[in-house]
Nanobody
Framework: QVHLVEFGGGLVQAGGSLRLSCAAS????????MGWFRQAPGKEREFVTA????????NYADSVKGRFTIGRDNAKNTLYLQMNTLKPEDTAVYYC???????????????????WGQGTQVTVSS
């Protein structure tokens, strides 16, 4: 069982930046592929970005490519999401997710993931 807690959400003006963190309870954090998803009011939870176990492979939704950067520090059991040039349409609750895997791959589908954090609100004002 992996317990995930997100930090770093808040209110920011359009064009600004935020950095989200996701702390994992699991000491074998390095055996988990990780991802970030988001859910805006009235919409389904959607994929944002994902990263493989060792961080070598990443994938981004087209809507955030070039603006968001995913990273991880396996020594600190922590996942990061650096969000730059934020837009009002980025407003959502952001969730981190974990999936145990023996392979160094990433996952982009919501149903691939086994563990989820409680989410952190990101609001971008225009």
């Amino acid at each position: 069982q992996v317990h995930l807690v997100e930090f770093g959400g808040g209110l920011v003006q359009a064009g600004g930046s935020l950095r989200l963190s996701c702390a994992a309870s699991e000491r074998t954090f390095s055996t988990y592929a990780m991802g970030w998803f988001r859910q805006a009011p009235g919409k389904e939870r959607e994929f944002v970005t994902a990263i493989s176990r060792n961080g070598a492979q990443t994938n981004y939704a087209d809507s955030v490519k070039g603006r968001f950067t995913i990273g991880r520090d396996n020594a600190k059991n922590t996942l990061y999401l650096q969000m730059n040039t934020l837009k009002p349409e980025d407003t959502a609750v952001y969730y981190c997710a974990a999936k145990w895997t023996w392979a160094n791959v990433f996952f982009t589908r919501r149903n691939d993931y086994d563990y989820w954090g409680q989410g952190t609100q990101v609001t971008v004002s225009s």
